[in-house]
């Protein structure tokens, strides 16, 4: 008689950048994406249709301790967000979370969405302003008499720049870092992503 699998976070992030890739709508995939100054980490992200997608993961072998703190960081910086679990945590994970956010279960051979992500129409400010580099934040205080110092430079950018044009610089200055990341891990990967593959998706490749 056989043991139950128990999979591991980079077992299940495998699983899912298989799940989205067959989406045929995806445009990056990045993998331990830090955000709100590097303070956070998003296990994987996800460009598509000019909105991103962050996805916490949460094994078996993970406690959901700081999920609530996790998952509230994400839903302030990103369009969508879904946690990505298994049947041990999915009861406990339901009562945790708000609706808004969505959930995906992990099984052996199988991913499967319970609940759809809704959009967080109304991202923080002050979140976007952590997630954008140095240079960006630059750009946008350009033509400005404000502080060079860069904390000086986020708060101007927090209060002078629209939430839209913070979200256009924030998809752009993703897709600028990852994708030559995403493209040798795609030339590089077979008809199914193996762990090995997961190299070329990490930020500090």
């Known amino acids: 008689m056989g043991g139950v699998t128990v999979l591991d976070a980079d077992q299940i992030k495998v699983k899912l950048i298989d799940f989205l890739i067959d989406q045929d709508d995806c445009t990056l995939i990045a993998s331990e994406v830090p955000f709100y100054q590097g303070y956070r980490k998003a296990d994987l992200i996800h460009l598509a249709n000019n909105s991103i997608t962050a996805f916490e993961i949460k094994s078996d072998r993970d406690s959901l301790t700081k999920l609530l703190d996790q998952v509230s960081d994400y839903n302030h910086t990103f369009s969508f967000c879904y946690l990505v679990t298994t049947k041990k945590h999915?009861?406990?994970?339901?009562?945790?979370?708000?609706?808004?956010?969505?959930?995906?279960?992990?099984?052996?051979?199988?991913?499967?969405?319970?609940?759809?992500?809704?959009?967080?129409?109304?991202?923080?400010?002050?979140?976007?302003?952590?997630?954008?580099?140095?240079?960006?934040?630059?750009?946008l205080t350009k033509n400005s008499r404000v502080d060079k110092a860069l904390h000086s430079q986020r708060r101007y950018v927090e209060s002078e720049t629209t939430l839209q044009t913070l979200k256009k610089y924030f998809y752009e200055a993703l897709f600028d870092k990852y994708h030559k990341n995403y493209t040798n891990f795609i030339s590089d990967r077979g008809m199914r992503t193996t762990l090995t593959d997961l190299y070329y998706l990490q930020s500090s490749y």
């Open 90 to 139: 999915l009861a406990t994970a339901r009562k945790l979370i708000s609706p808004k956010t969505g959930i995906m279960l992990v099984e052996d051979s199988s991913i499967s969405v319970v609940r759809k992500s809704k959009e967080n129409k109304r991202l923080c400010k002050h979140s976007l302003t952590l997630a954008l580099p140095g240079q960006d934040i630059s750009k």
